[in-house]
Every structure is written in C-alpha cells, then in structure tokens.
C-alpha cells in the first residue's frame, strides 16, 4: 500500500469511494475489520475523518485492498484536487 496519512481522509472520499465499488456501508465495515456505527459516524464526519488511528488505518488499508486509490491535497491529478479513482485493472 502506498504511504498514506489515515488523517488525511474526508468523508467525502470515503462515500465516493463505496460508490465507485457499489458497496455498502455493511460490507465496507466487514472489509475493514470494523463495526458498521464506526463506518456510519466517519461518514458523518465534517470534511477530515478524525478517529482512532489503528480504525484509519484498517479502513484504508481496506479500501486499498479493493482497489481504491486515496488521493490527498497536492497530489498530482489532473485537476488537482481531492478524491478518488479506481486503480488500473480494478473494476
């Protein structure tokens, strides 16, 4: 997995991404090794997710195992911003 600071996830990235794999927050919470209120209150969140850190990590890392890849502020992109893509071969 690419070196990545859990910190820096929003919770915009984090529906995004359920939406570019067409899962639910269920099935995310059981790939991440994490209950379904943890994934439901991150969702909530404003803007950057703040939690446990070990919680950040098992969600990212689960995202990167289904083929999100996170891309944070100052990263290149074509536009620059925020987001998330799906890596090559995935979907």
């Given at each position: 997995?690419?070196?990545?600071?859990a910190?820096?996830?929003?919770?915009?990235?984090?529906?995004?991404?359920r939406?570019?794999?067409?899962?639910?927050?269920?099935?995310?919470?059981?790939?991440a090794?994490?209950?379904?209120?943890?994934?439901?209150?991150?969702?909530?969140?404003?803007?950057?997710?703040r939690?446990?850190?070990?919680?950040?990590?098992?969600?990212?890392?689960?995202?990167?195992?289904?083929?999100i890849?996170?891309?944070?502020?100052?990263?290149?992109?074509?536009?620059?911003?925020?987001?998330?893509?799906?890596?090559r071969?995935?979907?």
């Amino acid at each position: 997995m690419h070196h990545f600071f859990a910190s820096m996830i929003t919770s915009g990235q984090l529906r995004a991404s359920r939406a570019l794999l067409g899962i639910d927050q269920r099935t995310l919470a059981e790939a991440a090794g994490l209950s379904l209120p943890t994934i439901q209150r991150m969702e909530a969140s404003d803007s950057v997710i703040r939690g446990n850190v070990d919680s950040l990590m098992k969600l990212v890392a689960a995202l990167d195992a289904l083929g999100i890849a996170l891309i944070s502020d100052n990263t290149a992109s074509e536009t620059g911003g925020r987001g998330v893509r799906l890596k090559r071969g995935t979907a």
